[in-house]
C-alpha cells in the first residue's frame, strides 16, 4: 500500500504565506511527478503546480510569481510555498503523485488540507 499524506494548510489573511507538505510512504520504488491541485467551492479541480523527478516545474497562470513547488527525493516528500496568498487561493489543496512499486505504477492523491484566505 502507498499513501499521501498532506499537512500545512490554515487560515490566514491575504498577503500572508502558508507551506504545504506532502509525504510518501510504502513500497516505493521510485516517485515521478508530483503535484498540487486545489478545488474551491463549487468549482472543479485544478492543477496549481508540478515537479518532475528531474527537477523541472510548471504552475497554473494564477499563482506564478507567488507559489513554489519543490521536492526532497530521499524523504518522498513534496513541498508548496504559497506566497501572497489571496482570497481566490481558498480551497481545499491535494497532493498527487504518479509513484512506481515493485509490482508496478501509479497515480495516488492525498486526503488534502484546506486553505482559507481571508481578505
Known amino acids: 500500500q502507498v499513501q499521501l499524506v498532506g499537512s500545512g494548510g490554515g487560515l490566514v489573511q491575504a498577503g500572508e504565506s502558508l507551506r504545504l507538505s506532502c509525504s510518501a510512504s510504502?513500497?516505493?520504488?521510485?516517485?515521478?511527478?508530483m503535484g498540487w491541485s486545489r478545488q474551491a467551492p463549487g468549482k472543479q479541480r485544478e492543477l496549481v503546480a508540478r515537479?518532475?523527478?528531474?527537477?523541472?516545474?510548471n504552475y497554473a497562470d494564477s499563482v506564478k510569481g507567488r507559489f513554489t513547488i519543490s521536492r526532497d527525493n530521499a524523504k518522498n516528500t513534496v513541498y508548496l510555498q504559497m506566497n501572497s496568498l489571496k482570497p481566490e487561493d481558498t480551497a481545499v489543496y491535494y497532493c498527487?503523485?504518479?509513484?512506481?512499486?515493485?509490482w508496478g505504477n501509479g497515480d495516488y492523491r492525498g486526503q488534502g488540507t484546506q486553505v482559507t484566505v481571508s481578505s
Open positions: 510504502g513500497r516505493i520504488s521510485s516517485i515521478n511527478t
Open positions: 515537479i518532475t523527478s528531474g527537477g523541472y516545474t
Open positions: 498527487n503523485a504518479n509513484i512506481n512499486m515493485p
